[in-house]
């Protein structure tokens, strides 16, 4: 059973920086892929950056240079370091998981592999 549990959500202030975690458990993908998105009420989930344990990351224009995906624990854990926090920042932020194919990774949209999310807000 696949279990993917995000942490370190919560209030920041605007300039300020968050670092956010998500823990994977019961996924035999330690190689694979991992992604971060985050959702605003009525809005569509949108994908941030997604990488492989050993492959470049993907970022997606709006927060190129201001967030960066790192992986640990032997690829079973995934973070986000927030800096610069800005208005356009406060969501909820989810992570996926999934094996690569073809040794890419996909955006993960169609994981089955989400954690519940940690909510951002930035004041």
């Known amino acids: 059973h696949v279990q993917l549990v995000e942490s370190g959500g919560g209030p920041a202030q605007a300039g300020g920086s968050l670092r956010l975690s998500c823990a994977a458990s019961g996924y035999t993908y330690r190689r694979g892929c991992m992604a971060w998105w985050r959702q605003v009420p009525g809005k569509d989930r949108e994908l941030l950056t997604v990488v492989s344990v050993r492959g470049t990351p993907y970022y997606a224009d709006s927060i190129k240079g201001q967030f960066t995906i790192s992986r640990d624990n032997g690829g079973n854990t995934a973070h986000l370091q927030m800096n610069s926090l800005q208005a356009a920042d406060p969501a909820k932020y989810y992570c996926?998981?999934?094996?690569?194919?073809?040794?890419?990774?996909?955006?993960?949209?169609?994981?089955?592999?989400w954690g519940q999310g940690t909510q951002v807000t930035v004041s």
């Open positions: 996926a998981a999934g094996p690569t194919r073809n040794g890419y990774c996909s955006t993960l949209a169609r994981s089955p592999y």
